[in-house]
């Protein structure tokens, strides 16, 4: 019964079909259009900001066309706006997280692709478990952390200083690289790696000769994943690095958080911006792979 | 050479294992060690706290459960503990059905799919600081939408979801929906991307209508991938700071106050480590019964794959 | 140079230069504090500059927002092993951190500068927890202030401002009957709880010092505090617009700047808010002590301080002498004031050139509270009990405020049950 009565509505719809293509396309780009309005007004309302001069903000309101277009506040916010008693603007912050950011990227992300190698293609007793330990640490809050890394990074003379936030970042990264990794060589084939040990390829060429050269897509994931992830952070950043050493973050924030002058939203704006470009540029140039990367099995 | 010679003759060690066997758990060594701390120690140090009179730095007296007691007795904790379910709930839900929804448009063969992929995943680029800033222009009902349309004239528009405090939750919630629905999209289009061709135009050749192939054809058959996406919602959801910080600080009142908010709020700045610690256990709770039944699930899966070859 | 000196001879350094055989250390420090924007920025900045130019190496972190971001620093840096040579830190956290017994001792350098004569009296226990100075004071607020737009008041038909909180509400009503926001405020824990205890202040000086300054339950279950909480509720409900949420806090008191709003309750950093809106004082907006019904001059008292923490390297050690004597000198304490909107923390000093007509009656009005015994300390801004109390009274307060329909009877025994939970 029901498949006679679906397939009398089927015949109409294909009648129908050539006309409603057009109409569900139409309905396809409306969402889609509608969608992308929302995801990108907020951006703009910055961007906008960012040119707009803060009298015009004062009386036009946060959300408004700029009538002319300053570059005053960008030169404000990279060079010469005082952060934190130093008037040097965002440039000595944007330069602390590239050191901090770059650094910790790579190694994470080179520790999670030999992790993920050796749990999908050298396993041992026990290695799944191992594994699952430490995806764990994918969801431990940062609050937790907090204290115990002090005392480490006390312990081990790296508090205060960029390479103890390194050190924090590959711990607490290494967890999500060696996850995406791990499940992007799963779908390598066995034979691949049987065949490479029987022509007596050993551990390190096997990694160097068959799975780095296969991994570009998923290491393209991971270090997206990885640079925005560690740009962003700002809790450790702020809490473990003292005067000029401060990353981005720490500055945004000085920025953002009302202090005791009227809020200079052009400024903040520019800044915000700054501090999002690095990002922003990692994902652009990168977005393509990222999504083929997940399709390659990031996702398992 | 001399020492595969050795080890040839000398009885084997280490369970019959060849040394080159070894290298792959030296090298995983240093990256198990350091999560095992990271995991393990850090958890039960402040398991260990939380029962600790611990106040303005950690210190060690055990005092049992009283740090849960006072914990549990404090409205804005009751009231942080509800909100991250709350929360967690319908962020989860509202960014997988945002992205499927997306992913799905973005999968009818679109033209420029590029163009808006990189524009429904580029809010995960950008910080939550730089997202709760912008927002809270946006919901501020002086300066930013409310005040927008009521100069185009509908005077009575009202859009001030942040400051009221039944509604305040729900900025937040749009908030995170709108960061992470792209990464969403991005998971789900990846898995669409991964459906066997043939199954869709088996189907397709059977008549089957759109709205039929992917209910009855083409989800299912990504059914993991709601899980992948739903497990790294929950660890976004858990660990919500940020975005609240910027965007409403907890407030109006403490009607949106999240545990993350709490843990930093009583160890570093009232100076209340034990409670503070206590709380952060609860936080460590609520991701267990989460976290127990999926890795179980891994576990048993995994053991499946092995089973079947 | 004078500074040096004074720190070079001072007999702590002279025994741990011939201990070590150190004659000449570098004066540095790292100071942390939280005044990273602003007017703030440049009061600190002018901290520094003294320090370099009586020959130290000055170098600061400034962690803005939120001060458990100053507070998470400190424990980190503590725990770590690496505590701060200087710190901004204030009220019970003071004596709390000096219980560690990490602090660094300044009794020889106060006693040979006399700090016990100039420094307010009412500072002295906070900043001699136990007996010992541990922490240099750089200023003294008011929280008590009550701002007010002539123009509004003006057309409202307000002849001066109000002196007791019935004048206050009189006056609000001929405000919100001309259709202007009478009380402008932005709604957020801290300037909820700082308006809410000038009310208590305002209403009955015994009830605040009972509750807020020593934190008794009874006295947060009384109906003197049912009461201050319904003339509380009052002005949150009809003399506040509901622009109050969502409002940045640095432009609340634009509006009485602008003529939207006839009056404003704040400390004395409003002044600088003011100025740096373009707004005189006089014509655009003028100052009052916030109404009071007990007739008498009154000051509620907030004070910035930098504790020093015990350290190792001798130049830092040095440091912290010849830091805490700049920060003492009748110089820094003018400049910094200044900039700042508060008045000196010694009472030594000469407010007649340089300030606004608001700080010289804050002074005056200092020393008149002193002899009237009324002077207290602020609770809102953390000069009383200890933080998880205040902070369990604030929480309360602003949800006073969020939720509408709390009774005051309601409120008034959750903010006891809340702090007796955190005895």
């Known amino acids: ?300 | 050479m001399s020492l595969e010679r050795a080890s040839a003759t000398r009885p084997r060690l280490f369970g019959g294992r060849r040394l080159g066997e070894l290298v792959p758990i030296i090298v995983l060594a240093p990256s198990l060690i350091a999560s095992f701390i990271y995991v393990f120690v850090f958890s039960i140090w402040t398991l260990y706290i939380a029962m600790s009179n611990s106040s303005l730095l950690p210190s060690y007296g055990f005092v049992g459960l009283s740090n849960f007691e006072s914990l549990w007795a404090n409205r804005r904790w009751n009231i942080a503990y509800t909100n991250l379910f709350f929360f967690s709930g319908f962020y989860i839900v509202g960014s997988m059905l945002v992205g499927l929804l997306l992913a799905i448009l973005i999968d009818q063969k679109v033209r420029g799919e590029s163009v808006w992929r990189t524009i429904f995943l580029y809010p995960l680029a950008v910080s939550f600081i730089v997202t709760g800033t912008v927002w809270s222009w946006l919901y501020n009902p002086v300066d930013g939408i409310q005040a927008l349309v009521r100069s185009f004239g509908w005077t009575d528009f009202s859009f001030a979801l942040a400051s009221d405090r039944n509604y305040a939750i729900w900025a937040i919630i749009i908030t995170g929906i709108w960061q992470s629905s792209g990464f969403a999209m991005a998971l789900f289009l990846a898995g669409l991307r991964s459906v066997d061709g043939d199954i869709i135009r088996a189907a397709q050749i059977d008549g089957a209508s759109t709205f039929r192939t992917y209910r009855k054809v083409i989800l299912p058959s990504i059914a993991p991938i709601f899980l992948a996406v739903a497990v790294v919602q929950i660890q976004f959801a858990i660990k919500t700071f940020d975005l609240v910080v910027a965007l409403t600080r907890g407030g109006p009142g403490v009607s949106t106050t999240f545990p993350a908010i709490y843990v930093y709020d009583l160890m570093f700045q009232r100076g209340q480590i034990g409670e503070g610690a206590a709380a952060a256990i609860m936080m460590l709770a609520a991701l267990a019964v989460v976290l127990v039944p999926y890795s179980l699930f891994l576990v048993w899966r995994r053991n499946k794959e092995v089973r079947n070859g | 140079m004078t500074f040096r000196m004074k720190a070079v001879s001072c007999t702590g350094i002279i025994t741990f230069a011939l201990l070590t055989g150190t004659a000449f250390a570098e004066p540095k420090t790292l100071m942390l504090h939280q005044w990273a924007t602003g007017s703030d920025a440049a009061a600190i900045a002018k901290l520094g500059e003294m320090f370099e130019e009586a020959g130290g190496t000055w170098e600061q972190t400034a962690i803005a927002g939120h001060t458990a971001n100053t507070l998470a620093k400190l424990r980190a840096d503590v725990i770590s092993g690496n505590a701060p040579a200087a710190v901004q830190l204030k009220g019970p956290e003071i004596a709390e951190w000096n219980e560690t017994g990490m602090t660094a001792n300044l009794d020889d350098l106060a006693a040979e500068e006399g700090w016990e004569d100039t420094v307010a009296p009412e500072l002295l226990p906070v900043m001699k927890p136990e007996g010992s100075w541990v922490a240099a004071p750089m200023n003294i607020h008011r929280i008590n202030w009550l701002w007010g737009s002539p123009a509004v008041m003006e057309e409202a038909g307000v002849a001066e401002m109000p002196k007791t909180w019935a004048e206050f509400n009189e006056a609000c009503d001929k405000v919100v009957a001309i259709g202007k926001i009478c009380l402008s405020h932005s709604t957020a824990d801290w300037t909820d709880s700082t308006v809410f205890e000038v009310v208590v202040y305002g209403m009955d000086i015994d009830l605040y010092r009972q509750a807020f300054v020593e934190g008794d339950v009874d006295a947060l279950r009384s109906d003197g505090m049912i009461a201050a909480l319904e003339q509380f509720r009052k002005m949150t409900s009809e003399y506040m617009d509901p622009g109050m949420v969502g409002r940045d806090w640095d432009t609340m008191s634009h509006l009485v700047g602008n003529g939207e709003a006839a009056f404003h309750i704040m400390g004395d950093w409003t002044i600088g808010l003011l100025t740096a809106g373009g707004f005189e004082q006089g014509t655009d907006y003028v100052c009052a002590q916030a109404p009071t019904d007990w007739g008498q001059p009154g000051f509620i008292l907030n004070a910035d301080s930098v504790v020093f923490f015990q350290q190792n390297d001798p130049d830092y050690v040095e440091g912290q002498q010849l830091l805490a004597s700049t920060i003492l000198s009748p110089e820094f304490q003018t400049i910094f004031n200044q900039a700042k909107g508060s008045i000196p923390a010694r009472l030594d000093v000469d407010l007649s050139e340089g300030f606004n007509p608001c700080q010289q009656i804050a002074q005056a009005d200092l020393q008149a509270s002193i002899d009237a015994g009324t002077l207290v300390r602020s609770m809102a801004h953390n000069m009383t009990i200890p933080q998880a109390q205040r902070g369990a009274i604030m929480d309360m307060v602003t949800e006073f405020v969020s939720v509408a329909d709390m009774s005051a009877e309601e409120a008034a025994n959750a903010m006891a049950d809340a702090v007796e939970a955190q005895m």
């Open chain 1, 1 to 300: 019964m029901a498949d006679i009565a679906l397939s009398r509505v089927e015949d109409h719809e294909a009648v129908r079909a050539s006309r409603r293509r057009g109409w569900t396309r139409a309905v396809i780009y409306g969402l889609l259009t509608v969608f992308a309005l929302i995801y990108v007004i907020p951006l703009l309302v910055v961007v906008f900001n960012a040119f707009r001069a803060q009298p015009e903000i004062a009386r036009n309101g946060l959300i408004a066309f700029p009538q002319s277009f300053q570059p005053d506040a960008w030169v404000a916010a990279w060079d010469n706006y005082c952060i934190g008693g130093t008037c040097q603007g965002m440039k000595r912050y944007f330069y602390n997280s590239l050191l901090m950011t770059i650094p910790a990227t790579i190694i994470s992300t080179l520790l999670g692709a030999m992790n993920g190698y050796i749990l999908s293609k050298w396993r041992f007793k026990g290695s799944d478990v191992l594994f699952t330990c430490m995806l764990l640490g994918v969801f431990m809050p940062g609050q937790i952390a907090l204290m115990p890394w002090a005392f480490i990074l006390g312990k081990v003379g790296l508090s205060n200083s960029v390479y103890g936030l390194v050190l924090i970042h590959v711990v607490q990264g290494i967890s999500f690289t060696t996850l995406f990794c791990r499940n992007y060589y799963v779908s390598i084939p066995d034979d691949l790696i049987k065949a490479a040990r029987i022509d007596g390829a050993g551990f390190w060429r096997i990694f160097f000769k068959i799975i780095l050269p296969l991994s570009p897509p998923i290491l393209i994931v991971t270090v997206i994943w990885q640079f925005t992830g560690i740009w962003n952070e700002y809790l450790f950043g702020v809490v473990f690095t003292s005067g000029t050493q401060q990353p981005i973050t720490a500055a945004l924030v000085a920025l953002t958080a009302s202090g005791t002058t009227a809020s200079a939203y052009d400024v903040m704006s520019a800044a915000v911006l700054i501090g999002a470009i690095p990002p922003l540029l990692v994902y652009f140039l990168g977005g393509k792979y990222f999504v083929r990367g997940l399709t390659q099995g990031a996702i398992k």
